[in-house]
């Protein structure tokens, strides 16, 4: 088949699931709701397949148009589609990690009473995010990128009878609008800089441009700025933990494995740019390593099994990003696809605790769980291996290979980087420890009802764990396939600075001791975490035990949610104030006197409507009297 | 002699028109305003003798009247074409024929759909 | 061509059709044969022909105009639901004349013969006369339709004067021979070319109901039953415009400086008349009278400014209009009756009212939809068809650097949003004891077609750049 049918097939057949179940909500019958959701995920799945295999290894990429769609005087937009490499592995890991997320929510949520919108709302969050991942410009990107916004800000408050979720919604909504301005005026920056928003065209331009052009720089911190909102970075991170309201599957999808990886996604499209601006990727790291041990910190001491995951997402999510400032690229895509592969895991392995637990999240009512939920326990144990970064599965692989890079670039982040690994590895155990070992503290009524979840939940994590599992062999250590295959999208920035893209001047017995060191701190984080969970079964303190100062400031997430709403809300609401006492008098006359001027011509002209054929044709022949006499008569 | 004349030189012509006009409209608004003016019902009547007027002079024409009337012209208007056809017969041939055939098709199905509305129907 | 000789025909096979006992074949009938003419009016895509001695010529952009007068009449005959609850309404006559008026209409649009253009006028304006006082047993539409006529002859008159004066002028009926008169005028033309010009021009301009010759408008709109109103004020414009545009650009450019100025100002005039007497408006049928009235203004713009752009412009404009103003008197037409039948008011002055519209949105979200999405349109909301039309109008003028009139211009369309809103209003903030109305599935096709269209076209206006 064509491939520009194919291409447009992809985000297609979701955008008719999302119609399907969305126009005949209540009407469809709710066995089908899923099916047709799930399969038209997995036939996008099939074809992206079918592309990859056809694609060709070298090959450069391929835009496939669609169609004109805006254009103003010189500037034209079409409506394309990219395929090339990048595209094609976000391809696979979206509609992948996604089907199995449709299949894992037919278990889990078909007994809410908003299965079929809920079911429709992810298709609809699937084509937006194709979309995204798709477009051969920056116009559709940012088309996606609203639209998975907006599935996002829905699902988080899917269940809108509770005012907290609605408010999680909002604040994920507010905070994204703020990154969205800093994407959108990045488009315009570019649009003005290249007149055209075409990546392929953008670029070409960009690769002539000098080392340290401001511009770009402008440019790239714009972008990043955008990014910084999608991908929950300091200080747009806070909507993330919040945004743990929405039901687990959409946590698992939306909120760790696809749209927060969308903001790394667009650096690495625009590597160019980034390769050209050097002080953008310093701001990039510094911004980053703080987000990874700020994020890290908060984790160690959430009480809840999803804030614990919320946290340890915008701490990786920082990892991505510190590898895409020292260059990089490829190892930030790496972990970002075994992090989908592993947090997709551990979010869906949490939603089937949830489910068992009879929607319990406080890991202090949990214990003991894995000889009733033996599938969740084993998977679950495999995603906090393989995020902790210890061998041999796939978090190990990509976590090293972006320290080893952050190592040749500065050893202080490097050192950081490593801390913050042990963290997580410390927070996950006890995380696991908690949950699954020990003795059970929830109420008698919880454990009576405690069971393992349905096949269409526990496929998706066997699939998810093995993954995990092996996922690290995408690209092992010494030029890996993946590295190999992304190849050609770099190939303009190591063009600008073939330095940056030399061959590694580390030994390769330095490589290995790194590589030791960052396992050996996640181990000794693991060992202290059994001491502390498992031998001396300690049980995180209540909500209102006392503190030593430190931990009271970390519990409470450093007061961010605090120090925004003092230093942000509160000036900007009373600014508002302000404005509309002032609006009251001021601009509410000007605009109700000029309504009441038009109002006053209005009734002035009506009178000249009078009904009467003679008056008309009267009127007519003045006017063109009138005519007549300022053509023939005034001279001007 | 002078042969170019320039717009101004037909001035007088104009002038005296408008003196004309001038003096017609004048003396008939004197007239109606100076005159005497004595109304009496008999005297406002169109007619000093003979038979009282009764009712309007408009009455209602039945519709029928003007159908069948325009009907009429429009039939007897396209059967004119005829004649310089059957003058040209010849000349015209096949391609006349045919056209003329069409022509008078149209004119038919026309007058069957007048027919069968009921337009010539009196009752 | 191939719609003219097609339409005739079928108009002819419909009279008779209206014979037979049933009248329930008639409505898809005509849909049939309009769809028929729309396919066949593609046939000759990306040719251009002249027919009948160079009397008239099909090219793309004629093409694409004839294919949104057809589609105009499609939606509209769709609607019209084949006049089912009235005993007194002869549909198969009405369908007929519609059919024969769309001759009149393409004749319109591609004349290349100053007296193709009168017969297409007068076609399509008999027709309109005719459907405006289909209502035989109501007082205003009878008045509407003398009214109508009466004006609409008086400006033929002037128009055919015009069209002689032309012809005394340069000694030719055709565009092109009046063009090549036209390219002297550096050398100085006849006074009566320009007086033939304005008169031309001053015909034309009232069939678009520009002002000040706009009077009959509200009138007639107004009186005329809600189908033809819907008729009217879309396929009318359509091919007025078309039209315009070709004459002027094919025969006037020359002498631009001469009549872009007036035109200017008739732009301006129509603008502020249309878009503020509108405000002053309780009855929405009469507001929707109004509000076409400021469209044609929107279209003179890019008459007045005739630019490269103004083609794609004005096509691009009358097909946003048409949609949003055939759905927006759909939605009207059902509220009115199933006000008629709840009040069993014989005053169809109060079912039309804005108040008639309160609370709909409640009652039937797909008829609040509909309407909401065609005021957005037609006020020129972003991500409506509308706003693309206005912004390509509007980009005309920029390119003929006439800012003034674009100030107007931005001025009137925030003055629209005003009226325009006031549906909206009604419609999702006003509670109305409403009954549900019953919508028939042709009824909801077309008006979802047109929800799509709209948003369509406003989202991805390209898709119809480069057609032509």
Not at chain 1, 446 to 452: I, R, S
Not at chain 3, 110 to 132: K, P, Q, R
Not at chain 3, 400 to 416: D, E, N, T
Request: hydrophobic letters at 55%; a neutral charge; charged letters at 10%.
């Amino acid at each position: 088949m064509q491939i520009g049918l194919l291409c447009a097939l992809i985000p297609l057949l979701p955008l008719l699931g999302f119609v399907i179940n969305g126009v005949g909500f209540r009407r469809v019958p709710t066995g089908l709701v899923g099916g047709i959701a799930t399969l038209a995920v997995l036939a996008s799945f099939l074809i992206v397949v079918s592309l990859f295999m056809s694609f060709p290894a070298e090959g450069g990429p391929q835009i496939v148009p669609l169609f004109d769609w805006i254009s103003v005087g010189d500037l034209h937009i079409p409506f394309s589609f990219q395929i090339d490499q990048l595209s094609l592995l976000m391809l696979l890991v979206v509609t992948g990690v996604g089907t199995l997320i449709h299949l894992y929510s037919i278990g889990y949520m078909h007994h809410d009473e908003g299965f079929g919108k809920f079911m429709a709302f992810l298709n609809l969050f699937i084509f937006f995010m194709l979309l995204l991942v798709m477009g051969a410009n920056y116009v559709i990107m940012f088309i996606g990128w609203e639209g998975v916004g907006l599935c996002s800000y829905l699902l988080i408050g899917f269940w809108n009878k509770n005012v907290s979720y609605n408010n999680a919604a909002r604040k994920a909504f507010v905070m994204n609008r703020i990154g969205d301005l800093g994407f959108l005026l990045g488009i315009f920056t570019i649009i003005n800089t290249f007149g055209t928003v075409e990546y392929v065209d953008v670029f070409k331009q960009a690769t002539s441009l000098p080392m340290g052009d401001t511009t770009v720089l402008v440019i790239a911190l714009l972008l990043f700025v955008g990014a910084m909102g999608k991908s929950a970075q300091v200080p747009l991170y806070t909507w993330l933990p919040d945004a743990m309201a929405g039901p687990t599957p959409v946590s698992a999808l939306i909120h760790a494995a696809t749209m927060v990886t969308a903001g790394i996604y667009m650096v690495v499209r625009s590597n160019v740019l980034y390769t050209l601006a050097p002080q953008a990727l310093e701001v990039v790291g510094i911004i980053a390593i703080i987000t990874a041990l700020l994020a890290a910190s908060i984790g160690l001491l959430q009480n809840d099994i999803k804030k614990v995951l919320a946290y340890s997402t915008v701490s990786q999510l920082g990892y991505m990003f510190l590898g895409l400032s020292a260059t990089a690229y490829t190892a930030g895509m790496f972990h970002v696809i075994t992090h989908a592969f592993f947090k997709a895991l551990l979010f869906l392995g949490a939603g089937s605790v949830i489910h068992a637990m009879s929607n319990e999240q406080d890991i202090r009512k949990m214990g003991g769980l894995r000889k009733a939920l033996p599938v969740t326990f084993i998977t679950f144990a495999i995603g906090t291996w393989a995020i902790s970064g210890l061998p041999p599965f796939a978090g190990f692989f990509s976590k090293d290979e972006i320290l080893a890079h952050v190592f040749e670039h500065s050893k202080v982040l490097w050192a950081l980087g490593v801390l913050g690994s042990g963290l997580t590895s410390f927070y996950m155990f006890r995380l696991l420890f908690l949950t699954f070992f020990g003795e059970f503290r929830g109420t008698a009524e919880q454990k009576h009802h405690l069971h393992e979840s349905p096949a269409t939940m526990t496929i998706p994590l066997i699939i998810l764990a093995i993954l995990s599992a092996v996922g690290g062999a995408l690209n092992l250590p010494g030029g890996g396939w993946l590295s190999h295959f992304l190849e050609p999208i770099f190939e303009g920035s190591r063009q600008v600075n073939p330095e940056a893209f030399a061959e590694s001047t580390i030994e390769h017995s330095t490589e290995y001791v790194l590589m030791a060191v960052s396992a050996g701190v996640a181990l000794l984080a693991l060992i202290a975490a059994y001491v502390m969970y498992i031998s001396r079964k300690a049980v995180p303190a209540s909500d209102e035990a006392d503190r030593s100062m430190p931990e009271q400031v970390i519990y409470n997430k450093y007061y961010v949610d605090e120090l925004y709403e003092a230093a942000i809300v509160r000036p900007i609401r009373s600014m508002g104030d302000t404005f509309y006492s002032f609006g009251e008098f001021a601009v509410d006359g000007l605009v109700n006197g000029v309504a009441w001027l038009v109002k006053q011509s209005s009734a002035q002209l009506r009178r000249l409507q009078s009904g009467s054929i003679g008056f008309y044709v009267f009127a007519m022949v003045l006017s063109i009297v009138l005519i007549f006499a300022l053509r023939f008569f005034i001279r001007f | 002699m002078n042969t170019t004349y320039v717009p101004a030189d037909y001035l007088p012509i104009l002038i005296q028109m408008g003196l004309a006009l001038g003096f017609i409209v004048t003396t008939m608004l004197v007239t109606h305003a100076i005159g005497p003016k004595r109304h009496s019902v008999k005297k406002d009547d169109p007619f000093e003798c003979g038979i009282p007027v009764q009712g309007d002079a408009r009455t209602p024409i039945s519709i029928k009247y003007f159908l069948i009337a325009i009907l009429f012209v429009l039939f007897d208007v396209e059967v004119i074409f005829l004649y310089p056809w059957a003058v040209n017969f010849k000349g015209l041939g096949m391609t006349g024929f045919i056209e003329m055939v069409l022509f008078m098709g149209l004119l038919l199905a026309g007058f069957f759909y007048i027919i069968r509305k009921g337009v010539l129907k009196w009752e | 061509m191939f719609p003219i000789v097609l339409l005739s025909v079928f108009a002819v096979v419909l009279l008779f059709l209206g014979f037979l006992k049933s009248r329930s074949v008639l409505l898809p009938a005509t849909l049939l044969f309009l769809v028929a003419a729309l396919v066949a009016n593609f046939l000759d895509w990306n040719k251009t022909y002249l027919y009948f001695n160079s009397m008239l010529r099909t090219d793309n952009l004629s093409m694409v105009f004839t294919a949104i007068v057809l589609l105009s009449s499609f939606l509209v005959v769709a609607l019209s639901g084949s006049f089912e609850d009235d005993e007194a309404a002869q549909p198969a006559e009405y369908y007929a004349i519609i059919l024969f008026s769309l001759v009149g209409a393409i004749m319109m649009i591609g004349y290349e013969n100053l007296v193709m253009l009168f017969v297409g006028v007068e076609i399509l304006s008999v027709a309109m006369y005719i459907l405006t006082g289909s209502d035989k047993r109501n007082l205003r539409s009878n008045e509407a339709a003398l009214k109508y006529f009466l004006m609409g002859a008086f400006a033929t008159g002037i128009m055919l004067f015009g069209m002689a004066l032309l012809y005394g002028a340069s000694g030719s009926f055709t565009l092109a021979g009046i063009a090549s008169y036209a390219s002297h005028a550096q050398q100085g033309l006849s006074l009566i070319f320009y007086v033939g010009l304005l008169m031309l021009l001053v015909g034309l301009l009232f069939k678009v109901s520009a002002a000040p010759f706009h009077f009959w408008t509200p009138d007639v709109y107004d009186g005329a039953p809600t189908i033809f109103t819907a008729y009217m004020s879309t396929v009318v414009k359509t091919a007025g415009f078309a039209a315009l545009l070709h004459l002027l650009a094919a025969s006037f450019t020359y002498v631009y400086s001469f009549w872009g100025i007036i035109l200017a100002v008739v732009t301006a005039i129509t603008l502020i008349a249309g878009n503020v007497t509108a405000v002053y408006q309780n009855s929405f049928k009469r507001m929707m009278a109004y509000s076409s009235i400021s469209h044609a203004g929107y279209l003179l713009i890019g008459l007045a400014a005739l630019s490269a752009q103004s083609r794609q412009a004005i096509v691009f404009y009358s097909l946003a209009y048409s949609i949003a103003t055939i759905s927006a008197f759909g939605v009207l037409m059902l509220v009115t009756r199933q006000r008629g039948m709840q009040t069993l008011s014989s005053n169809p002055l109060s079912n039309e009212s804005f108040d008639a519209f309160n609370g709909l949105a409640k009652q039937n979200p797909l008829l609040g939809l509909a309407m909401a999405t065609s005021m957005l349109s037609l006020a020129g909301i972003p991500l409506t068809a509308g706003f693309w039309g206005k912004f390509y109008m509007f980009s005309t003028a920029v390119e003929r650097g006439q800012i003034w009139l674009l100030v107007v211009a931005v001025l009137m369309s925030a003055v629209g949003i005003y009226y325009y809103f006031r549906v909206i209003i009604a419609m999702y903030f006003r509670d109305g004891a409403t009954e549900p109305i019953r919508i028939s599935p042709v009824f909801r096709y077309v008006l979802v077609a047109a929800i799509i269209l709209t948003i369509g076209l406003g989202v991805a206006p390209g898709l119809l750049q480069g057609l032509f």
